[in-house]
């Protein structure tokens, strides 16, 4: 396991601030002609939660892809502290690229506190021993080990798919929460395609509407975890996933959705 001062993730998370607007700068170029969803969505937790007390929590986050965004661009995330709460505080972060909103999300964060803890068990669609390492052609997933099905044999990641970080993150819970929301934009489209449709990067046009997370018990991003992803959908040319991030013992660590559009 490879250890670092300063992990790509944090780097990603660090803005030139001023007052509650933080910008970052995006690579001068990227593997496709759109910023990676799940990048613009961690900035933006990232921002939302440095905003918030340290006592709480990303607890969930949804929002919109309202645009692409591009690479090269500055991007400017106004955050909006829409309400302070003993237990709970929300906030509403909009991203700006050169004038145009690219995204909007509603994030919420919570002190924990006591209560019930546990949720219905899911055997494993792909047990670890079984899955087979590999190196998908999607952004940033040289960041990461995955291991996928043994016939498997898109371009893609597609879940249930087993995945941890190659390095070791900051033992932070802000920024292994953006880890998280980084790593949940990986499987959703692929499994939102319509039925019968063939897994090509040429087939159709396919995009991101809309995310959402919810945060459930602490993740460890440089442990190995398995991403379960079911479609639920198919309308309108829109797609529907829910997912379901699991720890090696079978702790639910997050539940996601999202829809994508698939135009064929």
């Given at each position: 396991?490879?250890?670092?001062?300063?992990?790509?993730?944090?780097?990603?998370l660090s803005f030139d601030r001023h007052d509650d607007t933080f910008v970052t700068a995006p690579p001068p170029a990227g593997p496709g002609p759109r910023l990676f969803g799940g990048l613009i969505a961690a900035q933006s937790l990232g921002a939302a939660g440095a905003?918030?007390?340290?006592?709480k929590?990303?607890?969930?986050?949804?929002?919109?892809?309202?645009?692409?965004?591009?690479?090269?661009?500055?991007?400017?995330?106004?955050?909006?502290?829409?309400?302070?709460?003993?237990?709970?505080?929300?906030?509403?972060?909009?991203?700006?690229?050169q004038g145009a909103v690219i995204l909007e999300m509603i994030a919420s964060f919570h002190t924990p506190e006591p209560g019930a803890d546990g949720h219905p068990e899911h055997p494993p669609s792909l047990l670890f021993g079984d899955a087979c390492p590999k190196e998908p052609d999607i952004e940033y997933a040289d960041h990461f080990e995955i291991r996928t099905t043994p016939d498997d044999d898109s371009v893609f990641a597609l879940p249930p798919f087993w995945i941890r970080t190659r390095a070791e993150i900051e033992n932070d819970p802000l920024i292994r929460a953006c880890t998280l929301t980084f790593l949940s934009d990986?499987?959703?489209?692929?499994?939102?395609?319509?039925?019968?449709?063939?897994?090509?990067?040429?087939?159709?046009?396919?995009?991101?509407?809309?995310?959402?997370?919810?945060?459930?018990?602490?993740?460890?991003?440089?442990?190995?975890?398995?991403?379960?992803?079911?479609?639920?959908?198919n309308s309108d040319s829109r797609g529907l996933a829910f997912g379901s991030l699991y720890d090696q013992?079978?702790?639910?660590?997050?539940?996601?959705?999202?829809?994508?559009?698939?135009?064929?």
């Open positions: 396991m490879t250890r670092v001062d300063t992990s790509w993730i944090a780097q990603l905003t918030v007390g340290a006592g929590l990303p607890q969930s986050l949804h929002l919109y892809f309202v645009r692409g965004g591009r690479y090269g661009v500055d991007v400017e995330l106004h955050v909006e502290r829409t309400r302070d709460g003993r237990s709970f505080d929300t906030r509403r972060v909009t991203a700006v690229q990986f499987g959703p489209v692929p499994v939102a395609r319509p039925p019968g449709t063939p897994l090509r990067p040429d087939v159709g046009y396919a995009a991101s509407l809309d995310h959402s997370v919810w945060f459930h018990r602490p993740f460890v991003p440089h442990d190995w975890h398995r991403y379960e992803v079911i479609s639920r959908n013992r079978g702790a639910l660590i997050a539940t996601t959705a999202q829809e994508a559009l698939w135009r064929l």
